[in-house]
């Protein structure tokens, strides 16, 4: 059964860093990109950062801004996000998602070739 289990988020300040972990089972995050996709209540699935196969190709959504920075450790087939500088809007539901391709698309691409989601998601909420 191919599943991701997302996890790290929480409840934090403006300003405060959190990590996110992406666990895979069904197959390897070695062999395909993956991406990290949000949803902020009221909001459709937005496109934060994504890492290719070969774990060098590194894209991020222009919000970011350098605060965000995404890898994978192929032992623990585990995707990560390294959050830094939190905003409130930073807030929702983050999840892991992918194509089952080895390169990452750019987001809108890839959400209209129908990534797959399959986990929950992990909820962040950034207030003061």
């Known amino acids: 059964q191919l599943q991701f289990v997302e996890s790290g988020g929480g409840l934090v300040q403006p300003g405060d860093s959190l990590r996110l972990s992406c666990v895979a089972s069904?197959?390897?995050?070695?062999?395909?990109?993956i991406y990290w996709f949000r949803r902020a209540p009221g909001k459709s699935h937005e496109g934060v950062s994504c890492?290719?196969?070969?774990?060098?190709?590194?894209t991020y959504a222009s919000f970011v801004k350098n605060r965000f920075i995404i890898s994978k450790d192929g032992n623990e087939n585990t995707v990560y996000l390294q959050m830094n500088d939190l905003k409130p809007e930073d807030t929702g539901s983050y999840y892991c998602?992918?194509?089952?391709?080895?390169?990452?698309?750019?987001?809108?691409?890839?959400?209209?070739?129908?990534?797959?989601?399959w986990g929950k998601g992990t909820l962040i909420t950034v207030s003061s």
């Open positions: 998602a992918t194509l089952l391709e080895k390169n990452c698309r750019l987001f809108q691409a890839a959400k209209d070739n129908g990534l797959h989601y």
């Open positions: 890492i290719g196969d070969d774990a060098v190709t590194k």
């Open positions: 069904g197959f390897t995050v070695d062999s395909y990109a």
